[in-house]
């Protein structure tokens, strides 16, 4: 008799000890009248655990009734990756998308939206740097800079430096960087 895959609806999952592992153990109702205890093992890396109401994909292991879980549906969330692409998620206790990296085709990675744009910073420090060097070097310019002035009637030309002075700028850019979040 071939063993065949069932679609249940996910009711509890919790982490137990296996041989010294923690294996995520999962319990779903298949039908009104069946439910069963199946354990889930992933690649190393993959931690996610489903929702309850989440949908499984159950295989029995054997003629024992011993099911493994290979897969979950999100039921609530419609995806929205094309061909080709990834997309990972994670979502509150009502199942609402609250994080997502999102890896498109088209070489671009969204990471929780798509509204702005990452900066390579150092790029962005050195012609910001540049930026703020030639700003000082006019305020310096600027304050040292004299006129030539005549001080009142009959009074001989004189000279003397601006009475107002710019300030050089303090600004500094690296609270923008993000140390963990790495670009090309």
Known sequence: ?????????????????????????VKAELNKDENITAERYSPSGDDSVP????????????????????????????????????RFYS????GNIKAYIYLRKDEIIELNGNEDFAVRFLVLEAEFNKLKDSYNDLVEKYNQHTHLYNPGPGSPTASGAASVHGTESTADISGA????????
Do not use: H, Q, W
């Not at 979502?91 to 009502?94: E, N």
């Not at 960087?177 to 090309?184: D, L, Q, R, T």
């Open 51 to 86: 929702l309850p109401d989440d949908a499984g994909c159950f295989i029995p292991r054997d003629e024992s009734g011993v099911y493994l879980v290979n897969g979950f549906i999100d039921p609530k969330n419609k995806s929205v990756s094309l061909p080709g692409e990834k």
């Open 91 to 94: 979502r509150d206790d009502s």
């Open 1 to 25: 008799m071939a063993l065949k895959a069932k679609i249940g609806r996910i009711l509890t999952s919790i982490f137990t000890k296996k041989n010294g592992f923690d294996v995520l153990e």
């Open 177 to 184: 960087k993000v140390e963990n979040v790495k670009v090309s």
